[in-house]
């Protein structure tokens, strides 16, 4: 018996990002391609298009908030965001997300010059792309970005991040130099296509938005984020404009979860499961909608990896 | 259920009021409408009667495995996305135990499933049954190792076997247990004779879902209708397609004959853990591990429990006094609701912190702190009575409460009830470590 193959009637489909750029168009590295989908991910039957999710390899310039076993498992790389990349391009991310938070005003309070220079060093160190974001301090992340921007024009950077209560310094930074911009959501997809609204309205090009509705991690909400997600991109692709845009989900806050770090009786071995509380939470992102994944341990990558190319019909 | 209108073609079309209805057409509407029945129409015919008692089946077929209180239910799931209404039946977890072991390694292998066992959020996270296969080929074998482990436990019970007889000895002997029936790559049609036989449902499997079809189609041929579905997948692509395929052929009513529950055999290792979890969020009722190591059980379980969280009845933790960071009686004291996401975030930030503090989380019915004030659920009153139930305000001793910033006008009021002086916090949970070490 034949049994009939239902597929969703999709009107609509994610549109395509370039992160970094080719030293044609002003850079120097070859770009990744993302977005571009046409249905539910993958779902062979309905986008015989093959699906690309890029890795990122979660680096930082001081380590304040960078949890214990993601730090160990790099050893003495950490404490050099170049070498520490360095290390992500040998275990095979696909590009870097590198946090500014030494210039954190109320730790270290780096300049915005220095930032810059630790991105240009990890630029010339390795030839991937890469996401920067600041320390999340409003105020300051608008000098650092805007240095950042600067001194990498043309690469085609992914700044991090714009939000409804302040995105005009980052916009600005992206669209003067080339660079693409995640717009930042707390779990609520009006609020997810509020900021591509205001981004756009602003005049960054639809094209150079991606979106970060807020990935809960296992444990900590994971279900309100798999379903804002899962809602985002049944929306984008019944033809929402605003929302077809590709998704970055950052699942290192998975560290965070207390059962992700502590001893807990009879769950077997407490780094292993951390892993695993990372790798879960890649995993729901994944099939959720995420085009990015963020990730702190490169264990967790490898299981990412796996993930990727087991839906992909590659293992 | 069908249309009012797809109802009507199968009607007698009448009118002669029997129903109590004035015309055939009102009946339909309200059958269409689950008002009325379909026995209150006399005339209908055996082919219409057949017809619509087919369209009116839930689409996918509720199987119950166990007996007494030690029950599993599968399937009756109506939604391909969580968010439209819930998933009702969480995936079940067995753990597969071979008639081939001894009497030490099974006993190693009944406690280890029982270990598995976490309270979280106020509900229980377990193991829910055990899968019995045959391995030593030996009827007599498997037989006596079913009835011994049956003895020795209460959870639902699946076995699996690639002969039919072997399998049917030892279901007789386990009958009123309600177990689930696993035939292997046996053959299909003595399977069913065995589940018919026993009163009992029966997991119908194939490599690929045209012949998944077609079993299911002659096992009800054979009288069978409490079916689960074996997909087989050979890793995550199929796995997740042929799920969907399932799912939406049931829930679009674009195929009717796969509306069952899915059984999965999950491999060892980390594309076991890939594949459980996968099914976990994907349409997979029971999922039978050949190892389930206790690193990967809690992740999985966890994953589970979000998962079929009701996604209009919030998570809630246990109202309580909460130490964080190991605080004295100099500590602050603090309060929150009992939202799961707010009390996880404001706990992990308070961990951030490293600051001693004591949070007090105040039963709001698990709205989030803004929603729950405009809803009248947390007030200066339910604070207070909060803060006396666990007898906050004698471990902390600083005579301060520090209170969200979102219900800053809370402040008088709340200085009135309980006599203590109130700090207004962040209004975002993030600004807590900052806020605190000033």
Redesign the interface.
Known sequence: MEVPVPKEKWTGSIGEMELGATPEKGGSRSPLRLGGNKGLPFLSFEDPAKRTVALAGFVADSLEDVPLPVRKAFGEAVNDPVRWAVAWKEKGADLICLHLTSTNPEERDASPEEAADTVMAVMKAIELPLIVYGSGHPEKDAKVLEKVGEAAKGERLLLGQAEEGGYKSIAAAAMANGHAVIGFSNLDINLAKQIVILLTDYGVGRGDVMIDPLMAALGMGLEYSYSVNERIRISALSGDAMLQVPMICDCVSAWKAREASDEVPNAGDTLERGIWWESTTALAALLSGADILVLGHPEAMMIARDAVNGFRGEA | MATAIEIFKHLPKKNCGDCKFPTCLAFAMQLANNKAKLDDCPHLSEAGRNALASSSAPPIRLIRIGSGKSVVDMGDETEL???DKRFFHPAAFALRISDDLNEDELHKRLSYLR????E?VGQVLKMDLLELECRSGNAENFASFVKKVASETELPLVLRAGDAGVLSAAASLVKDRHPLLHGAEANVKEMCAVAKGLALPLVVGADD??A???AV?TARKEGVEDIVLDPRPN???EL??RC??IR??AI?K??R??GYPIYLSIPTG??G??MA??AV??YGSLLSFEEL????????M??R???Y?D?QVPIQVKPDLYPVNNPGPEAPLLFTTNF??TF??V??DLE?SKVPVWLQVVDTEGLSVLTAYSAGKLTAESVKNALQATGAMERSKMGVLVIPGMVARMAVKLNEATGLEIVVGPKESSGLP?FLKS
């Open positions: 996305y969580r968010h270990s598995l066992r976490f979280r879902l045209n998944l079809a077609d189609e890793d995550l692509k997740l397609e969907t395929i939406r052929s679009r674009t195929y004959g796969l980390r594309d853990m890939l979890s996968t969020m994907k190591p206790a690193s990967n059980a809690l992740p999985l966890v994953l429990q979000n998962i969280t996604p799961s996401l996880f975030t706990m992990s951030k900052k």
